[in-house]
């Protein structure tokens, strides 16, 4: 018992030293947090990419990604190009920040899922249930939707239309998360090779090793994630957002070049 706890006690300490550093993945979901925009999607994707690569390395797959330094180099030259990119709108938007306002109580209301909206203006909305509040149907913060002729339940544009935004939102949420995770090449050199390797030294430990690392992500990604729903009350603040936006620019485009560079 004593042998396994102090792999797993390992693997925890072995993951976190790898996972917590300022890079593209945790940045993104860092601004993900703070927006409260498909924080659990992108949580869940971060914390499953991670178990699934360090599954692959505990079982051995680590040798044969650094046989095959092809696939590294193409991965590197794409994934640098995506977060080059990725920086520079983050860049674009540090001359157009957007500020987070949202009412103690109405985290369940549309338009309060920490979306931003751009300087100059504010989204506010009321406690549910009270009278006259954007979006509030008088019942738990859930919006209520009402047509042209003012009848509850018939989605009227503006309805539709949010609903969309916000599915779209959602999708590309996730599609840069993913991107971001299996576009680096570092992440298959350190959680596959790297853990893959001090893992084979724990024998018989490995896998408890391997879960224990994988215990180490998911605290790490949902810490990250839902906690940064306490930056709210800062980022209510157009110049907030510009001076994160700006470090996460900086932070996308350096590693960006990095990796270009290193291949």
């Known amino acids: 018992m004593n042998s396994a706890l102090t792999a797993a006690a390992a693997g925890f300490g072995?993951?976190?030293?790898?996972?917590?550093?300022?890079g593209a993945q945790n940045a993104f979901?860092?601004?993900?947090?703070?927006?409260?925009?498909?924080?659990?999607?992108?949580?869940?994707?971060?914390?499953?990419?991670d178990a699934a690569l360090?599954?692959?390395?505990?079982?051995?797959?680590?040798?044969?990604?650094?046989?095959?330094?092809?696939?590294?180099?193409?991965?590197?030259?794409?994934?640098?190009?995506?977060l080059i990119g990725y920086g520079c709108l983050a860049a674009r938007r540090v001359l157009k920040p957007s500020a987070l306002t949202v009412e103690p109580g109405a985290a369940g209301a549309a338009g309060a899922t920490g979306s931003a909206v751009p300087a100059g203006s504010s989204v506010s909305v009321g406690a549910p249930g009270s009278a006259g509040s954007a979006g509030s149907a008088g019942s738990a913060g859930v919006p209520s939707v009402v047509?042209?002729?003012?009848?509850?339940?018939?989605?009227?544009?503006?309805?539709?239309?949010?609903?969309?935004?916000?599915?779209?939102?959602?999708?590309?949420?996730?599609?840069?998360?993913?991107?971001?995770?299996?576009?680096?090449?570092?992440?298959?050199?350190?959680?596959?090779?790297?853990?893959?390797?001090?893992?084979?030294?724990?024998g018989p430990w490995r896998w408890t090793f391997g879960l224990g690392?994988?215990?180490?992500?998911?605290?790490?990604?949902?810490?990250?994630?839902?906690?940064?729903?306490?930056?709210?009350?800062?980022?209510?603040?157009?110049?907030?957002?510009?001076?994160?936006?700006?470090?996460i620019a900086v932070t996308m485009i350096v590693l960006g070049a990095t990796l270009i560079a290193g291949v």
């Open 14 to 22: 072995t993951g976190l030293s790898l996972i917590v550093a300022i």
């Open 213 to 247: 690392a994988m215990l180490a992500s998911l605290v790490w990604f949902a810490a990250l994630g839902f906690g940064a729903r306490l930056l709210s009350p800062l980022l209510a603040r157009p110049s907030a957002w510009r001076v994160l936006d700006a470090l």
């Open 29 to 49: 979901v860092l601004r993900q947090g703070v927006r409260r925009d498909a924080v659990l999607a992108v949580v869940a994707i971060c914390a499953l990419s």
């Open 147 to 202: 047509g042209a002729a003012g009848a509850p339940g018939v989605p009227g544009p503006s309805g539709v239309a949010g609903v969309a935004g916000r599915a779209g939102s959602r999708r590309r949420a996730v599609l840069t998360c993913l991107a971001m995770t299996w576009l680096n090449p570092h992440v298959y050199l350190d959680t596959v090779f790297l853990l893959g390797s001090i893992a084979a030294d724990r």
């Open 54 to 82: 360090i599954a692959l390395g505990v079982g051995g797959v680590g040798a044969v990604v650094v046989a095959w330094p092809a696939v590294l180099t193409a991965v590197g030259l794409i994934g640098g190009l995506f």
